[in-house]
């Protein structure tokens, strides 16, 4: 049973930065697209950024690009989301997610395009 596996999360002042983690098992993940989704309360789970297997080509939502950097290391297995210049508006459970089996899915930004998510990592940037 493929498993996602969040960590990083936690309380940070405007301005600040936090990366998460992603732990994922399965013996595809270098051909599998991976994504960063996250949910405010009240308001529906949004793309925030994905990355294709071999790493090589990202995508990221209008509202976290030239702040957030997806990345990983498909050697451990390993996603991350580098998250700079952070604002109150970011606070929202941080979901990781992963399509596997598919390095780039047609339609990155949907959450339809992914079969697996993890638990949630909460991150909240205080004003």
């Known amino acids: 049973q493929a498993q996602l596996v969040e960590s990083g999360g936690g309380l940070v002042q405007a301005g600040g930065s936090l990366r998460l983690s992603c732990a994922a098992s399965?013996?595809?993940?270098?051909?599998?697209?991976m994504g960063w989704f996250r949910q405010a309360p009240g308001k529906e789970r949004e793309f925030v950024a994905s990355?294709?297997?071999?790493?090589?080509?990202?995508f990221y939502a209008e509202s976290v690009k030239g702040r957030f950097t997806i990345s990983r290391d498909n050697a451990k297995n390993m996603v991350y989301l580098q998250m700079n210049s952070l604002k109150p508006e970011d606070t929202a459970v941080y979901y990781c997610?992963?399509?596997?089996?598919?390095?780039?899915?047609?339609?990155?930004?949907?959450?339809?395009?992914?079969?697996?998510w993890g638990q949630g990592t909460q991150v909240t940037v205080s004003s």
């Open positions: 997610a992963a399509r596997y089996g598919i390095s780039r899915p047609s339609r990155p930004r949907e959450r339809e395009s992914y079969d697996h």
């Open positions: 990355i294709t297997g071999s790493g090589s080509t990202t």
């Open positions: 399965g013996r595809t993940f270098s051909t599998s697209a």
